[in-house]
């Protein structure tokens, strides 16, 4: 380990005037300290966003090709922003079948969709006014400002649907709801402008319905280091 002792002035709440100790490695990565959770920063900025579907849908009992049950798309322009992929989620809306399981697939579209395009032609199926922040207390003041498109039945192109967490088991009593699936993303999944990804349950009946959502952060290209 290597000190190197730096002069901070007016960085850090009453440090003017002091020094402070840094440590590097051997290779020149600095040691910091981690004081908020991940995502509060990007949070406070109100740069995390939330949606989901107004009402839930069948599962399907088989991965789907080019049907895209919930999809989210990036409209920005060229140099808009990238959306960062935090989450995703579903609620068991019914299940037909005692102790049924239901689990999460996820496709991200690397060439525009079939129907023609953000480039796609995708239905705003989910209000922009139903998109919410989540920092508290700007849901009404502020409404959601950004170009992304919520779609709940696109044709998609079929990129390898994929299993995203582990299954979840419903109640075991038919047509009963409260079970629910969180699956953290941990931006695994980044949508530049122009791209697409999609979620589908899957389930044994399609008589086991979910209600799906995302969550995202849309920032800068600058932000990530690509």
């Known amino acids: 380990m290597a000190n190197i002792t730096s002069l901070l002035k007016g960085l850090v709440r009453n440090s003017e005037g002091s020094e402070r100790s840094l440590e590097v490695s051997q290779k020149g990565s600095l040691f910091i300290a981690k004081s908020m959770p991940d995502y509060a920063q990007l949070v406070a900025e109100g740069r995390v966003w939330r949606a989901q579907e107004a009402s839930a849908t069948a599962s399907v009992v088989a991965l789907p090709t080019t049907a895209g049950l919930f999809t989210l798309g990036n409209n920005e322009g060229d140099d808009g922003s990238w959306y960062v992929?935090?989450?995703?989620?579903?609620?068991?809306?019914?299940?037909?079948?005692?102790l049924d399981n239901f689990g999460l697939a996820l496709n991200?579209?690397?060439?525009?969709?079939?129907?023609?395009?953000?480039?796609?032609?995708?239905?705003?199926?989910?209000?922009?006014?139903?998109?919410?922040?989540?920092?508290?207390?700007?849901?009404?003041?502020?409404p959601y400002p950004g170009k992304a498109i919520l779609d709940t039945g696109v044709t998609v192109t079929d990129d390898l649907w994929f299993p995203i967490g582990n299954s979840a088991g419903t109640t075991a009593?038919?047509?009963?709801?409260?079970?629910?699936?969180?699956?953290?993303?941990h931006g695994l999944v980044v949508l530049k402008p122009k791209s697409l990804v999609s979620i589908v349950s899957t389930a044994t009946s399609t008589?086991?319905?979910?209600?799906?959502?995302?969550?995202?952060?849309?920032?800068?290209?600058?932000?990530?280091?690509?």
């Open 85 to 98: 992929m935090l989450a995703a989620y579903a609620f068991n809306g019914a299940n037909a079948v005692a």
């Open 207 to 226: 008589s086991n319905t979910t209600r799906k959502g995302f969550v995202w952060a849309e920032v800068p290209r600058s932000y990530l280091s690509v």
């Open 173 to 185: 009593i038919n047509s009963a709801t409260g079970a629910c699936m969180w699956v953290w993303l």
């Open 108 to 142: 991200i579209s690397h060439q525009p969709a079939v129907t023609g395009g953000i480039d796609v032609t995708l239905a705003r199926d989910i209000a922009a006014t139903s998109v919410r922040s989540m920092l508290g207390g700007i849901g009404t003041v502020s």
